[in-house]
């Protein structure tokens, strides 16, 4: 099982990002997929989460309104767009896949953003 992020970088405040996570050796749509994210000294925290089918989301209070979760079943994708971005919102970001019913689950490598002027 892999899955592997992509698309973090340097961004301007207000600035926009869209992040990626793409799996491998899963059957991606048994998964629910969630992106969390890490800031230095930090904990890791919840950022926001998709249902199987993407039918239902969830985002922590500080990004509603400005990041959206997605997934594309058929590319095996679960994506982040990140707009308004704050400088709060640096941190290295990481997606998790986790069967449903099961206890199985995995982590990508992660992928940093850095929002900064």
């Known amino acids: 099982v892999q899955l592997v992020e992509s698309g973090g970088g340097l961004v301007q405040p207000g600035g926009s990002l869209r992040l990626s996570c793409a799996a491998s050796?899963?059957?991606?749509?048994?998964?629910?997929m969630s992106w969390y994210r890490q800031a230095p000294g930090k904990e890791r925290e919840l950022v926001a989460e998709i249902t199987t089918t993407g039918a239902s989301t969830n985002y922590a209070d500080s990004v509603k309104g400005r990041f959206t979760i997605s997934r594309d079943n058929a590319k095996n994708t679960v994506y982040l767009q990140m707009d308004s971005l704050k400088p709060d919102d640096t941190a290295a970001y990481y997606c998790k896949a986790k069967r449903v019913g099961r206890a199985s689950e995995y982590w990508g490598q992660g992928t940093q953003v850095t929002v900064s002027s």
């Open positions: 050796g899963v059957t991606f749509s048994y998964y629910a």
